[in-house]
T-cell receptor, first 114, second 116 residues
Framework: AQKITQTQPGMFVQEKEAVTLDCTYDTSDPSYGLFWYKQPSSGEMIFLIY??????QNATEGRYSLNFQKARKSANLVISASQLGDSAMYFCAMRLEYGNKLVFGAGTILRVKS | EPEVTQTPSHQVTQMGQEVILRCVPISNHLYFYWYRQILGQKVEFLVS????????KSEIFDDQFSVERPDGSNFTLKIRSTKLEDSAMYFC??????????????FGEGSRLTVL
């Protein structure tokens, strides 16, 4: 079974500051992928970043980086230099190698203050 | 850039009516999915589809739901007799492969279903 936990219902960050959104996961499978998606108020789901369980290095995509701590089963998203347009809901998700579905966490609402 | 498109963007229906939500996945993708999101809640998996058959489905996906790929491009979700609790945003998604290093799902913009 897969489980994703996002313990922060909401976060505030000052514009231009960095922010970390927490995600922990639970699976007994050794091979899996971890994803972060952004959902702005318009509702669409935007893929941000991916981390494979066997990847040696933390994933980075522009201002997004994933702090992957495999032993702790955590996959926190770090957004550097926050912008007002980063205000959105952020979902952490997991996919097992021998399955197709993504399982999502409950999400974290991020508000960037000017 | 290729994208997943969904129609309608919003549908209002009476309880008990049949609804069909349509999706055009990205053309070279092989795996197709439906997810739903009740307002303010998490995104929930409904069903995955590969090689013209359901590969996995959740407990939510009961006999009232069905999926079909009637031609080479469309992927539809049918709800036979809608209930109030079916009101949600329904997302279609597709992926190039079942699992790979960059096997992210690409989502459509969603179809909001309101059941009265």
């Amino acid at each position: 079974a897969q489980k994703i936990t996002q313990t922060q219902p909401g976060m505030f960050v000052q514009e231009k500051e960095a922010v970390t959104l927490d995600c922990t996961y639970d699976t007994s499978d050794p091979s899996y992928g971890l994803f972060w998606y952004k959902q702005p108020s318009s509702g669409e789901m935007i893929f941000l970043i991916y981390q494979g369980s066997y990847d040696q290095q933390n994933a980075t995509e522009g201002r997004y980086s994933l702090n992957f701590q495999k032993a702790r089963k955590s996959a926190n998203l770090v957004i550097s230099a926050s912008q007002l347009g980063d205000s959105a809901m952020y979902f952490c998700a997991m996919r097992l190698e021998y399955g197709n579905k993504l399982v999502f966490g409950a999400g974290t609402i991020l508000r960037v203050k000017s | 850039e290729p994208e997943v498109t969904q129609t309608p963007s919003h549908q209002v229906t009476q309880m008990g009516q049949e609804v069909i939500l349509r999706c055009v996945p990205i053309s070279n993708h092989l795996y197709f999915y439906w997810y739903r999101q009740i307002l303010g809640q998490k995104v929930e998996f409904l069903v995955s589809f590969y090689n013209n058959e359901i590969s996995e489905k959740s407990e939510i996906f009961d006999d009232q739901f069905s999926v079909e790929r009637p031609d080479g491009s469309n992927f539809t979700l049918k709800i036979r007799s809608t209930k109030l609790e079916d009101s949600a945003m329904y997302f279609c998604a597709s992926s190039e492969a079942g699992f790979r290093r960059t096997g992210e799902l690409f989502f459509g913009e969603g179809s909001r279903l309101t059941v009265l």
